[in-house]
């Protein structure tokens, strides 16, 4: 287990298979592992093509953060911060990974945002905003 994991905004995919883009060819990361991490990050289709060769054309923007993000909670992290990580995602897909990262009591999350998620704002502990609206 990794102290910290870090997720930005953009994700980059090596010409490999699917599991080695995850896994980072981590070989102690189980297929329970990898198939729960896909389930975190509403991607559980990609466990049909595991082993498949991909590369960064393979995937859409949003489904190559969400490849970042199984690498940060593959990584068992108990600390994770985000920088714009969700921001090419859809709300909804968001806004649960978000809230799955807040509820868990195992995980300090720290995030730099220019959205924050309404829904979410009653889980943060703390919320600091920078230049205009400074609270």
């Known amino acids: 287990m990794s102290a910290c994991a870090y997720v930005g905004s953009q994700t980059h995919i ?6 080695n883009n995850l896994t980072l060819w981590n070989e102690a990361i189980t297929d329970t592992h990898i198939k ?6 509403n991607l559980l289709s990609f466990l049909s093509r595991i082993d498949e060769q991909v590369s960064d054309g393979s995937f859409s923007e949003g489904q190559k953060q969400r490849i970042g993000l199984i ?5 068992g992290s108990s600390v994770v911060i985000f ?3 969700t921001a090419n995602l859809d709300h909804k897909n968001a806004t649960r990974i978000e809230h799955l990262l807040l ?4 995980i300090t999350y720290i995030t730099v945002t220019h ?12 919320i600091i905003r ?6």
């Open 36 to 41: 729960e991490a896909l389930e975190r990050v």
């Open 83 to 85: 920088d714009e990580a």
């Open 103 to 106: 509820n868990d009591p195992n």
């Open 130 to 135: 920078l230049g205009e609206g400074t609270e």
């Open 14 to 19: 090596y010409n490999d298979t699917l599991r």
């Open 71 to 75: 690498r940060a909670f593959l990584k």
């Open 115 to 126: 959205h924050l998620i309404k829904e979410n704002e009653l889980y943060f502990d703390e």
